[in-house]
């Protein structure tokens, strides 16, 4: 499942942050960390397996050395196979955006605009991009649940299937195989009208596109639902802006109850 756009860059926010930052994904991150270690700072094995260990106590007293030494291993195996996955930015056209909104549903509109993304994504990483007799596809062969986790649509299989099986009816999809999908309205000439160059909470990116209010966290620049005037943070960024906040009133209180 599509991540992370830009590794290098978000290896160093890990470092800036000090903590993983994906939720599940521990693997995933240590490897994109063992990359720049590898590649930006020049260390070799034993040193980069050194220098995760130490991020990840970092991030936990509660880290077990001895049970995580798989991960540490294949962290750096994998890195050392294949050096980072950069992504500047993904662009959609206008006649993408038009194609979309003629589901004129937003749960549709937005599983289509995911699938767009992921399709666009794999062109880059993979270069996946295919022709048969009638057309041009980029492909997408993540599972559904995934799929409509990124699309933030919830709903049972039966509602799933029902958007699939719409997107397959009006030409958007073609379905291959069970978790192999075809997107079929790939814009490869037009001008980009919304770029992006995000993958924290992406499908916003839509909503913002028709109209809902999205603005970017002032902290951590992750695009956020805007509820009212007051929204500036993300909620993980709220509630650690809260956190520091209570922790110095305490120390303000404590200094006053010692003196
Ligand atoms: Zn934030």
Not at 85 to 95: A, L, P, R, W
Not at 188 to 197: A, F, H, K, T, Y
Not at 230 to 236: A, L, M, N, S, V
Request: proline share 0%; charged share 35%.
């Amino acid at each position: 499942m599509i991540k992370v756009l830009n590794e290098e860059k978000h290896a160093q926010y890990m470092l800036e942050k000090k903590k993983f930052l994906l939720k599940r994904s521990m693997s995933y991150e240590l490897r994109i960390l063992a990359k720049h270690y590898i590649y930006n700072e020049g260390l070799n094995r034993p040193k980069t397996r050194e220098k995760l260990i130490e991020f990840c106590k970092e991030d936990s007293d509660k880290f077990d050395e001895i049970q995580c030494r798989n991960i540490i291993n294949n962290a750096v195996e994998g890195a050392k196979k294949y050096g980072f996955v950069n992504i500047e930015g993904i662009n959609i056209t206008q006649k993408e955006l038009d194609k979309i909104k003629t589901l004129n549903n937003i749960r549709h509109e937005r599983v289509a605009f995911i699938m767009l993304i992921i399709s666009k994504f794999n062109n880059y990483v993979y270069n996946f991009k295919h022709q048969d007799k009638e057309s041009e596809y980029y492909l997408v062969f993540d599972k559904l649940s995934d799929i409509f986790k990124l699309a933030k649509v919830s709903g049972k299989q039966e509602d799933r299937i029902k958007i699939m099986k719409r997107l397959i009816d009006e030409g958007f999809i073609y379905m291959s195989t069970a978790c192999n999908y075809k997107v079929l309205f790939i814009d490869e000439e037009g001008e980009g009208i919304i770029e992006l160059d995000d993958i924290r909470e992406f499908v916003l990116l839509y909503e913002k596109y028709v109209g809902c209010k999205v603005i970017k966290c002032k902290e951590c620049g992750q695009l956020v639902r805007q509820k009212n005037n007051r929204t500036k943070y993300c909620d993980e960024c709220k509630k650690e802006i809260k956190n520091k906040q209570n922790l110095k009133s305490w120390h303000k209180n404590k200094d006053k109850y010692e003196n």
